[in-house]
């Protein structure tokens, strides 16, 4: 049935659509092999594509009829409006956010303008789940519809999940990947999630509160409410403002899809079929090696493909790429004759804690390339069972690991550097100031408290050194001469070392300052 279905789509409105899978297919198999080679020429044959993946909705003859329909359809606006289902009371706050939408006709456009290479995708992941067709509206609201967009409390993609949320719907999160910003497996979640939260709330609306507030939030709200024997549907829960406003925002833009002429706008045409294919990867690529061949650009690449962040696919990470269905099939011509080595990077597992210089030194590696490609700060170690980029060299040819493809990290440390200090003392009150403050001198009226050494080591060596007469420790310490003043006679001992963990150091606000202005 589902093969059945294809058919129907791709001859009703992509003619050539059966064909350019076949042929991809059949030219992406050809000398098809994977793992480790040594032969760089050979790289262009080794890349395994499968069939596209692309897979219809699996209809039950029984339980959707209206298959048909939706081939003959001609615009996908239209499909999306017969399955609105969620109520749209007339009410101020909806109102006044689509009054909003309409003073920013420009935005708007631009938004809808985006959104055309996902809708099509989504709206059959929400028909096969029988869920409201607004549901697919859901990224309007959330990111604009921009599958890179990471909001400052770090939730990404087009659906926003924040890491912990996407950890629990299983979207893989490392320093390769995120998917949550991934198209195909961050809608699924997303619905995964909806649906979710509708089998525990029974209403659309209190599922969509839930989904941007959070279930326990909302569950408590409901059980206020109940408490004072109010009611309990979405508008008369007392939520904080984002909350209050997430279904109306929603509901606006509802009500333009479904009446744009009232409201003066002329929506995007947008095909009701695939806009693009799903290709599995086999071997590692780099994402330049892809762009180039499939003569798109870098922009274009990653409005389908964003979870990518790193410059080489992998096959260890079970990844697929998309691709508008025109640049499936160039990429497939060219794959055919390509001969350049389709991937120029790999990947190591640090096994001990180091510095990167060491690290890189013993590879033979350019340390600033692998700075850059991995972001380490300078002063900073790389800690044991962290994975780095690194550019392929004649040794390591194979695919990346399959382990670090899946769990790869980058956690970093920062370098002890050590702080030389010199000792500054009048009389038995001292201060540990930093080498360059050397010429510091504390002040007699300074607080005594704050120039008491802080270790019983130091206060000894102190101690000894301010006796010039008992002849100890006169290697390590210099004495000033006796001031020639009718004031108490006091001995200014200095002394350099550096400090040792554990040691407390005591300086006094003036020092500070002086280190602040050096």
Known sequence: MERQFQMKYCLTYLQRCPLIAVLLLVSLLVGCATGPTTNISSFSEKLNFEEPKYQPVPVAPVQNPPVPDIVQSIDLWERIRTGFDISDPEMEIINRHTKQLVDNPTYVRRVLERSSPYLFYIIEEVEAREMPSELALLPFVESAFNPKAVSPAKAAGMWQFMPATGKYFNLKQNMFRDERSDIIKSTRAALDYLQKLYDQFGDWQLALAAYNWGEGSVGRAINKNKAAKLETDYF???MPNETKNYVPKLLAYKRIIENPAKYGFTLPKVENHPYFVTL?????????????????????FLDLNPSFNKPVIMKGFNQEILLPYGKAEIFR?????????LTSWTAIKVEKTDSL?????????????????????????VRK?????????????????????????????????PVPVVMKCQGKKCVAVPKNLANYQPKNGGNPKAHQLATSKSSSTVKKSSNASSGSNKSSVKVSPKPNTKSPAKKEVTKTQTPKAGDVQVITKSAKLAEKNN
């Not at 599995?280 to 274009?300: A, K």
């Not at 011509?333 to 080595?341: A, F, K």
């Open 236 to 238: 008369s829960l007392k």
């Open 357 to 381: 210089e060491k690290i890189v030194a013993n590879l033979g590696l350019d340390i600033h390339q692998v700075r850059e490609m991995n972001s380490i700060p300078k002063g900073m170690k």
């Open 280 to 300: 599995p990867v086999t071997q590692d690529i780099d994402v330049d090696r892809v762009i180039t061949l499939s003569e798109m650009t870098r922009e274009q």
């Open 333 to 341: 011509d060219n794959i055919l004759t390509n001969r350049m080595p």
């Open 385 to 417: 069972g962290s994975s780095l980029l690194v550019p392929k060299m004649s040794h390591n040819l194979g695919d990346i690991d399959y382990e670090i493809a899946q769990n790869g990290i980058l956690s970093l440390e920062r370098e002890y550097v």
